[in-house]
């Protein structure tokens, strides 16, 4: 299991000599060296800093939906699609929508996809291909306005659904939000290089706009956003700073600074 696999994962990195801090990073200063990493309790310099605080999922913004997360309610569909059986409902127009509400037909019977407006953001080929499979059902110019559940577990999920101002209740077994991602780089403004959705722009591995300064994960990626692709990233980045550090002028002579390297997560 996850939490599992991230316990060992830790264990192992604290084997080697890791130091892990917890704690939230209120600033950071990249315009010198050593880089500074701030948190409310203590201040850190570095040589290297390597990037991984992620994406967070968008959500429709209702109290509901927060509450039956996890149960019955998920953001990633091929995370979480094998679990629900019965009827699925998909949100959003884009390409990724139409691909994962796909995917959920591999385990509904029936996938239904809501969205706000008549028309779809996603390629004509993406459309016509999720229009063309007989277990995808279409709710269009129609907002979620709440998400009901009944008994416990992923299971019996009602949504209230909103259609040209008629209310309508469709009775599902999990409800699947997919209207796009925030990267959590807000900390990382005016700093680093990002692309217009604020993502940070990586090149020649994972190295940003900084030297010495890298990024990974879904901090970076917009595309894949798996897990494993995540990990791989995480595994350049710190190839990536280890031939950095090692290449830097005086390195021996700045041992204590440059040879720390801070990983700074959402959390930490």
Known sequence: MGPDLIAEMRAQSEKFGAEIVQGNVTRVDFGARPFVVATS???YTAGAVIIATGASARLLGLPSE???????????ATCDG???????RRRRGGD?????????TKF???????????????????Q???RANPKIAWLLNTEIDEIRGHGEGRSDRDGRAQHLGERTEVPVTGVFVAIGHTPNTSLFRGQLEMDKNGYLITHDGAKTSVPGVFACGDVQD???RQAITAAGSGCMAALDAERYLEGLPDA????????EVTKVTKNS
């Open 128 to 130: 016509d291909k999720a």
């Open 41 to 43: 309790d203590a201040e």
């Open 108 to 126: 509904a019977t029936k996938v239904t996809l809501v969205h706000r407006r008549e028309t779809l953001r996603a390629s004509k080929i993406m």
């Open 222 to 224: 917009h595309i894949y």
């Open 252 to 259: 021996t002579e700045a041992a204590p600074v440059y040879h």
């Open 82 to 88: 094998y679990f629900f059986g019965a009827r699925d």
């Open 96 to 104: 990724s929508a139409m691909e994962e509400a796909v995917f959920l």
């Open 66 to 76: 927060r509450k039956l997360m996890g149960h019955g309610v998920s953001t990633c």
